[in-house]
């Protein structure tokens, strides 16, 4: 059973595993080739080689764990949490530590062996992010978790590992992670004082700025945040307030999954196809309990994204240290770049009218 414990510090939670715990010499070898595509377990036929589905999209009716699927969702082989099991919150003297309870599912986005998401179709991308929206209103039920982790790693760099199958991840938390209640508390004190969301106003800006936005849809808005990170930092928000990604529209969803391939189709062209992550930022599960009280106005303060981030650059020891990061590309030119990029225009897709929007 991994273990949850929090530095007393920061109050950051890490989890310790303490079975198949590595050596250092697990760390070396890490130039691993890809495997072969029919040791794929993610493709249309090698339905046995994973664990039972939780969910498919399956628009011809067939049977589960059967070809036939256009998104699959199934329990990841490498858990970082175990689903089974109760909490078990205690202390060991001063530290706080907990079972490593959590749900980690992989949605499978394509039955085709295709590598990275900008190579599907808008409609293959549709699919997968509504798998990701039911599966989170899902986990949501489970009262020991209070958030889902939604994220994509493309790229070993990134942390794909060997199988290059386009897929992505959701990870059920019973605790809130540190990143996301750093934002939460950052947007309640903006309304607070403001009494307006800081996205919203964000995304007024940058509309009238345009100098950071690549995309600006019927639905959502792509750009490259002021106070970027790493070069090419791209933010895919909802330009309709809305703190909780389970609750999109259906319009909303289209235009998100046309304006995310466009946007992987830009980074492939520009930055010939750079290993990437993508996560999402969503509110977390507010169900129940006393604690609402701490997030009472988060329906009107916070507001998802999507952040997506090229490995092109390594977090190293001032990093680390500090918490500051340091980007060799403005996120002004990081824009143009993507907005001027010519991506074939068989893979243009259509958005949408831009004056709905505004
Ligand atoms: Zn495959
Ligand atoms: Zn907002
Ligand atoms: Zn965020």
């Known amino acids: 059973m991994p273990e949850l414990r929090k530095d007393p510090l920061i109050g950051r939670w890490v989890i310790i595993a303490t079975e198949r715990a590595k050596r250092p010499v697990d760390f070396i070898a890490s130039h691993d080739e890809p495997l072969p595509q029919g040791g794929c377990p993610f493709c249309e036929g090698s339905e046995a080689k994973t664990a039972k589905e939780i969910f498919a999209v399956r628009a011809d009716g067939s049977a589960a764990d059967q070809p036939g699927w256009q998104v699959r969702v199934v329990p990841s082989i490498k858990p970082v949490l175990r689903i089974e099991g109760e909490l078990n919150r205690r202390g060991k003297g001063m530290y706080d530590v907990m079972d490593g309870i959590g749900a980690h599912e ?25 798998a990701a929206m039911s599966r989170i209103a899902d986990l949501e039920r489970d009262p020991r978790f209070r958030y889902a982790l939604w994220f994509k790693n493309y790229g070993s760099t990134a942390g794909a590992g060997r199988i290059q199958h386009t897929r992505s991840q ?16 950052g947007t309640r004190r903006y309304y607070e004082d403001k009494e307006r969301c800081l996205i919203c106003d964000l995304l007024r800006q940058e509309r009238d700025a345009q100098v950071r936005v690549v995309m600006d849809s019927a639905h959502i808005m792509a750009l490259c945040p002021f106070a970027s990170r790493f070069p090419f930092e791209l933010w895919l928000v909802p330009k309709r307030h809305n703190c909780d990604f389970a609750r999109m529209q259906p319009e909303e969803l289209g235009d998100l999954a046309a304006v995310f391939k466009q946007i992987l189709s830009r980074l492939k062209t520009v930055l010939d196809d750079p290993p990437y992550n993508a996560l999402l930022h969503t509110a977390p599960f507010r ?26 650059t390594r977090v190293a020891g001032f990093e680390w240290g500090s918490g500051f990061y340091i980007n060799p590309t ?13 991506i074939d225009a068989g893979e243009h897709v259509e958005t949408g009218d831009r004056r709905q929007g505004t």
């Open 287 to 312: 169900r129940q309990r006393g604690k609402i009280g701490r997030w009472k106005t988060i329906e009107e303060d916070y507001h998802w994204h999507i952040e997506l981030i090229p490995r092109l």
């Open 106 to 130: 992989v949605i499978v986005e394509t039955p085709q062996h295709i590598d990275n998401a900008a190579d599907l179709t808008a409609e293959q991308l549709h699919a997968a992010l509504r």
């Open 170 to 185: 959701l990870i059920a938390t019973p605790v809130t992670p540190l990143r996301v209640k750093e934002e939460l508390a």
């Open 330 to 342: 403005p996120p002004e030119e990081s824009a143009k770049y993507l907005r001027e990029a010519d």
